[in-house]
């Protein structure tokens, strides 16, 4: 490779040379492999980790992984003793568990097959999206409500669901 040398070209229709100069590039030859490492780093892997947090337009509750806020009329505003067990107590099939401007979701089914987590399957209507799952966990004072999905009902989500419960059953035990 010819670093910084001019080439020189000659057109006869034209008195003056046209002057090409090559461009000169760095010696990288002395720069480190890290310079170039572009791989995220651990915090910006747990940023990206983090579901989205809305605020609830129930006082005590925060919804994670849900674009729109919502109201959770079961959610209790007052308790005592373990949180979940008030909540799990305001729960019934048919019940409105979230409501908002476009509309209602009403409870199916739910279960808490461990004393901090709390899980809700409701009736939607999104589209063909029929059913939508929720665990609800308590902390500082707070009822988060996650979105674990929605589904229609080709996907089967009373297996789904109950296969959820199961599974954090068995979790409860191994530990």
Same mark, same amino acid.
């Given at each position: 490779?010819?670093?910084?040398? /001019?080439?020189?070209?000659?057109?006869?229709?034209?008195?003056?040379?046209?002057?090409?100069?090559?461009?000169?590039?760095?010696?990288?030859?002395?720069?480190?492999?890290?310079?170039?490492?572009?791989?995220?780093?651990?915090?910006?892997?747990?940023?990206?980790?983090?579901?989205?947090?809305?605020?609830?337009?129930?006082?005590?509750?925060?919804?994670?992984?849900?674009?729109?806020?919502?109201?959770?009329?079961?959610?209790?505003?007052?308790?005592?003793?373990?949180?979940?067990?008030?909540?799990?107590?305001?729960?019934?099939?048919?019940?409105?568990?979230?409501?908002?401007?476009?509309?209602?979701?009403?409870?199916? /089914?739910?279960?808490?097959?461990?004393?901090?987590?709390?899980?809700?399957?409701? /009736?939607?209507?999104?589209?063909?999206?029929?059913?939508?799952?929720?665990?609800?966990?308590?902390?500082?004072?707070?009822?988060?409500?996650?979105?674990?999905?929605?589904?229609?009902?080709?996907?089967?989500?009373?297996?789904?669901?109950?296969?959820?419960?199961?599974?954090?059953?068995?979790?409860?035990?191994?530990?």
């Amino acid at each position: 490779m010819r670093l910084g040398i /001019s080439t020189v070209w000659s057109v006869p229709a034209i008195d003056s040379a046209i002057v090409y100069k090559e461009p000169a590039f760095p010696d990288v030859s002395d720069m480190r492999e890290e310079a170039f490492d572009v791989s995220p780093t651990m915090n910006d892997v747990i940023e990206e980790d983090k579901p989205l947090q809305v605020q609830s337009l129930t006082p005590n509750a925060i919804q994670l992984d849900w674009k729109y806020p919502v109201a959770f009329p079961c959610c209790p505003q007052t308790y005592s003793g373990n949180p979940l067990d008030a909540y799990m107590a305001n729960l019934e099939e048919g019940k409105v568990f979230s409501t908002n401007d476009w509309g209602d979701s009403t409870v199916l /089914s739910f279960g808490m097959p461990k004393p901090d987590c709390l899980w809700v399957m409701c /009736s939607i209507s999104i589209g063909w999206k029929t059913h939508a799952i929720t665990k609800i966990t308590f902390k500082d004072d707070i009822f988060y409500h996650e979105n674990k999905g929605v589904n229609d009902i080709g996907d089967e989500p009373e297996y789904l669901f109950k296969s959820i419960l199961k599974r954090e059953r068995r979790d409860k035990r191994m530990r």
